[in-house]
Nanobody, 122 residues
């Protein structure tokens, strides 16, 4: 069974940066594509970024492209989301997910973390 644990969230001001981490349990991390999603209060969960199993390819939602960077360290079983130039509209619970393919679709991911809150004040 795969377990994912996010960390790194918090309260920051607009323009600040945060780096989220997602630790994957077990020995199969490199077999999974990893994604980051977020859900703001009263809104649907939305795609943020994804990375292929070997880290060679990444994809971003248009509203974070150029500000956020997804990366992974397969030796540490961890995926990261570096978030720069944060905006109040980035406020949400951020969750990581593991799946077979690096897609934007939540249904394609098999395992999910509990999420970490990111709050950006203006």
């Amino acid at each position: 069974q795969v377990q994912l644990v996010e960390s790194g969230g918090g309260l920051v001001q607009a323009g600040d940066s945060l780096r989220l981490s997602c630790a994957h349990s077990g020995r199969t991390f490199s077999m999974y594509a990893m994604g980051w999603f977020r859900q703001a209060p009263g809104k649907e969960r939305e795609f943020v970024a994804t990375i292929t199993r070997n880290g060679a390819n990444t994809y971003y939602a248009s509203h974070v492209k150029g500000r956020f960077t997804i990366s992974r360290d397969n030796a540490k079983n961890t995926v990261y989301l570096q978030m720069n130039s944060l905006k109040p509209e980035d406020t949400a619970v951020y969750s990581c997910a593991a799946g077979r393919l690096a897609t934007t679709t939540t249904a394609e991911y098999d395992y999910w973390g509990q999420g970490t809150q990111v709050t950006v004040s203006s």
